[in-house]
């Protein structure tokens, strides 16, 4: 599946539920099936920078494809940061590079989060395409 195939998906498992509380509790769940990083890549460089909460994010090249591990210290953030996992892990990096990333709109993740959580997705996005843009090089 390609990475708007990934998102179309996501796109509409959001869109099933009625109000916000569903989501967030969807997200919940998310969150627990996330691929968790190994305890060992628990490190500051490997936290996000910016976020409220600890969101720690391991990169590795298998083959030509970027496999993303992470977990967080809460809830919420564990959520937000499995729909970024799945929708970018296992992809080539130059694909997850020029991703657009317009499907956390279309679910109305941004709005739904307070100021600081709104920043710490942002700053999320960013560091998975800082590794893809990482590993691109690698592979040129």
């Known amino acids: 599946m390609t990475i708007r195939d990934i998102q179309e998906e996501i796109v509409a498992e959001f869109s099933m539920f009625d109000d916000w509380m569903q989501r967030y509790e969807y997200m919940i769940e998310l ?12 490190t500051d460089d490997n936290l ?5 909460s600890k969101v720690w ?18 809830i919420i953030t564990k959520g937000i940061i499995a729909i970024l996992v799945r929708a970018f892990s ?13 499907f956390i709109d279309e679910i109305g993740l941004k709005e739904h989060l307070s100021p600081t959580r709104a ?3 942002v700053n999320m ?10 590993y691109q090089t690698q592979l040129d």
């Open 31 to 42: 969150g627990k099936s996330l691929p968790l990083i190994e305890e060992k890549y628990k």
């Open 48 to 52: 996000i920078k910016g976020c409220q």
């Open 57 to 74: 994010v391991h990169a590795e090249l298998r083959g030509d494809k970027l496999c993303f591990t992470a977990d967080s210290d809460a």
């Open 90 to 102: 296992g992809q080539p990096p130059r694909d997850i590079i020029e991703a657009d990333t317009a």
């Open 119 to 121: 920043n710490g997705l």
């Open 125 to 134: 996005i960013k560091q998975l395409k800082m590794y893809a843009i990482a």
